[in-house]
């Protein structure tokens, strides 16, 4: 198979433009130290056998970026490296190190000369592991779903070591109706569903539209300038309780994505009225204000949410083509990904439920259109028709006009080891996004990870969202426990 090639997808070529170069960094925590001849020993017989992860990026034409992925022999020593550290590390100076680390990482450009991953091993204790894993891998390789059950069936189950991970199926709401409503009453529920479809598809494709051209959110402390410079990311994470947000779930009948949602709204309020009041503080001498609302009026924060357009490739499927027991289908591994708007209410609510009742109804409202698919097609059209560097433009541009990119992955529920080293957490985040802010939540075992991509100059406080996160976790929590008790 060595030297086959395989054209790039119309995705894969939009991602290694010089605006939208993007790579997913994954930073995952172990229990024990990691021996790096073990680990290549493995890679070399599992990694390294995708034919995503043995292929090199072949330019057919630079000016309209026509690649191809074409395969070759992987040497793991230019892949898998070892950092020698200071075995006496604090872990609050390790912390300080990774995420020093992971910023380097991901500013540097990847070797087109060879296939585009690397895994670097870092032997410290930091407070959430005793070793680390930072896994660099370019995005054009695939989606966050398949790259991340490509890595997961490296792994084996903790409970069972023969068992590969087993990701948790996609959850569904519980249908309300009653499924004896009777003939004509479910005719016309389907009829309304339709017009509803329609009609919220349209007025999102017309947003969409509005968004490229004109309408873009509001000037605010945390969203970059009409200019578009990008400063460096700091890369920071928290890790909350998986348990808390199936408490929270549970309760509200609502999805795990509702209670994520809901979450953020909540954190990016109360870190917005935070910096507006400081603000306003220094505007004033330092002198108190008897005003207790201090975020701007009619704020309008807008995010991305990227919608998977097709049915995943499993962590059985990734095991089995790494093992040659299965045919690479590119259709499965590749990027296919729809961009879904996402207004944020920003406003000091009262009863810390009303953010999760806001994200509930979002998203029950987006799951009515079909303008994440419009806009992958959209796309896909621009660069077939006009070229990759004007499909470019108009993607950068409707991420220049919102202010974040959030999005989430669900892993396993038990927990697992890689190459037999025990995971304690998983935190994967996007480098190379052009705006401000990313925010991605990885769930593995009783965990669930937010990770912040944020612009140093827009966020001087990184480390305040983080905690921002978990304190809006906590009182939505309460807020939840204290209702049951009524």
């Known amino acids: 198979m060595a030297g086959e090639s395989v054209a ?43 034919p995503r992860f043995s292929s090199i990026l072949v ?17 793991v020593d230019e892949h898998v490296f070892k950092h020698d550290l200071d075995p006496e590390l604090e872990p609050e100076h390790a912390d300080a190190f990774l995420e020093e680390f992971t910023k380097t990482l991901a500013e540097k450009p990847f070797d087109l000369s060879k296939p585009l991953w690397e895994i670097h091993l870092l032997n410290m204790k930091t407070s959430s592991s005793n070793s680390s894993a930072v896994i660099k891998i370019h995005h054009s390789l695939g989606d966050g779903v398949s790259l991340i059950s490509i890595v997961l069936a490296c792994g084996r189950s903790i409970s069972d070591p023969e068992a590969l991970p087993v990701l948790p199926a996609a959850s569904k709401r519980r249908v309300e109706e009653s499924t004896n409503q009777g003939f004509f009453r479910t005719i016309f529920s389907l009829f309304w569903r339709m017009i509803l479809i329609m009609y919220y598809t349209l007025i999102d494709s017309m947003e969409l539209a509005a968004t490229i051209l004109f309408y873009k959110d509001s000037e605010s402390v945390i969203r970059l300038k009409d200019d578009g410079k990008v400063s460096p990311k700091r890369y920071v994470r928290r890790i909350l309780s998986m348990e ?39 505007e004033n001498g330092g002198q108190n204000s008897t005003n207790t609302n201090f975020l701007p009026n009619r704020l309008r924060i807008r995010g991305a949410i990227p919608f998977n357009m097709r049915p995943s490739a499993s962590v059985q499927d990734a095991h089995e083509v790494m093992r040659n027991e299965r045919k690479f289908n590119p259709k499965l591994w590749g990027n296919m990904v729809g961009f879904v708007l996402f207004p944020l209410r920003i406003h000091v609510e009262e009863d810390p439920l009303n953010y999760l009742r806001n994200a509930k109804a979002l ?33 950068s541009t409707f991420h220049r006009a919102l202010t974040f990119e959030i999005s989430s992955v669900m892993g396993p ?23 401000s802010m990313v925010i991605h939540f990885q769930s593995y075992a009783d965990k669930l990870t937010v990770s912040l991509a944020l612009d140093e100059k827009l966020f001087p406080d990184p480390q305040q969202l983080c905690e921002d996160f978990h304190s809006s976790l906590q009182l939505i929590k309460q807020a939840v426990i204290a209702k049951q008790t009524l």
């Open 413 to 435: 529920r038990d927990e697992i080891s890689i190459f037999g080293y025990p995971v304690t957490y998983i935190a994967p985040t996007v480098a190379g996004v052009p705006m």
């Open 59 to 75: 330019f057919g034409n630079k000016k309209r970026y026509k690649m191809s992925w074409k395969e070759t022999k992987v040497n």
């Open 244 to 282: 808390d947000v199936r408490l929270i779930k549970n309760a509200m009948e609502t999805t795990v994505n509702d209670v994520i949602f809901g979450v953020t709204e909540a954190a990016l309020t109360r870190y917005l009225h935070r910096r507006y009041e400081k603000s306003q503080s220094i």
């Open 363 to 395: 998203m029950n409202r987006k799951k009515l259109s079909y303008q994440s698919l419009i806009e992958y097609y959209f796309v896909n059209l621009l660069v077939y028709i006009f070229g990759t560097k004007l499909a470019m433009f108009v993607v």
């Open 8 to 50: 790039a997808s119309p995705l894969s070529r939009l991602m290694h433009t010089p605006n939208f170069n993007l790579s997913i960094v994954t930073v995952m925590g172990f229990s024990c130290t990691l021996d790096i001849s073990w680990i290549k020993l493995h890679v070399a017989n599992n990694l390294a056998n995708h």
